[in-house]
Nanobody
Framework: VQLVESGGGLVQPGGSLRLSCAAS????????MNWYRQAPGKQRELVAR???????NYTDSVKGRFTISRDNAKNTVYLQMNSLKPEDTASYYC?????????WGQGTQVTVSS
């Protein structure tokens, strides 16, 4: 199983970024996918989740600003992040649980600063 994230960077408050996570080694279309983030000194938290039927869930702090989506033809999950705030600064990780085992990408850094 391999998860490869991309799309992070430095953005000003109020700006937008789109993260991508390309998955391999799983049957993507039947698998729920997750985005987590971890800020320095804080625990890793679940940001958003999308099921195989495209049902979505978000942590309260990002509701209305972030959108998770998937493209089964490309084995890719996305996280569109709008109205970014300094408190969104973190390393963002793609995650999947496959046959009971969690797998993580290498992470992509998002920094929101003026």
């Amino acid at each position: 199983v391999q998860l490869v994230e991309s799309g992070g960077g430095l953005v000003q408050p109020g700006g937008s970024l789109r993260l991508s996570c390309a998955a391999s080694g799983i049957i993507f279309r039947i698998t729920a996918m997750n985005w987590y983030r971890q800020a320095p000194g804080k625990q890793r938290e679940l940001v958003a989740r999308i099921t195989s039927s495209e049902s979505t869930n978000y942590t309260d702090s990002v509701k209305g600003r972030f959108t998770i989506s998937r493209d089964n033809a490309k084995n890719t999950v996305y996280l569109q992040m709008n109205s970014l705030k300094p408190e969104d600064t973190a390393s963002y990780y793609c995650n999947v649980v496959w046959y009971g085992q969690p797998y993580w990408g290498q992470g992509t850094q998002v920094t929101v600063s003026s």
